[in-house]
């Protein structure tokens, strides 16, 4: 890394800034929450040059366990993500996902995710979710 020189950052009159805010860790699922889940083996086609699985992957995993009918009806509005651990070609990859009970009623909810290899977490997300009207 290194620091971006003044030439470039003066025509747009920038204010330098030398700590950049950080955004807090996702919620972790707890023991008690009930998750659904999927596996999934790395592919030759899910790495990167740097033979580390791409970051689309993790999305795919980390969406695709929630289930068609909660993607048709529900639209992704933010999401809060952190990689903890590389992920390579040929590993198991677990996908977890909480899905919280809600009234009919509700039009917003979170979903917490985490991706672990041999147990191990290399992922963990949030996710906010505004539900689509039925028209």
Not at 46 to 74: C, E, P, Q, R
Not at 108 to 126: F, G, P, R, S, Y
Request: aromatic fraction near 10%.
């Amino acid at each position: 890394m290194a620091k971006i020189p003044a030439s470039i950052i003066d025509p747009y009159h920038s204010t330098e800034v030398k700590r950049i805010q950080r955004i807090a860790n996702p919620d972790a699922i707890e023991a008690d929450e009930a998750v659904d889940s999927n596996q999934y083996r790395v592919r030759y086609y899910d790495i990167d040059s740097n033979h580390h699985v791409n970051n689309s992957h993790y999305f795919d995993w980390m969406l695709d366990v929630l289930g068609a009918d909660f993607l048709k009806t529900h639209t992704l509005k933010k999401m809060n993500i952190k990689y903890a651990r590389e992920i390579r070609y040929g590993q198991m990859v677990d996908s977890f996902a909480t899905v919280p009970q809600t009234d009919s009623q509700d039009t917003e909810l979170m979903t917490k995710h985490e991706i672990k290899v041999d147990n191990v977490l290399t992922t963990q997300a949030n996710c906010w979710w505004i539900k689509r009207s039925q028209n």
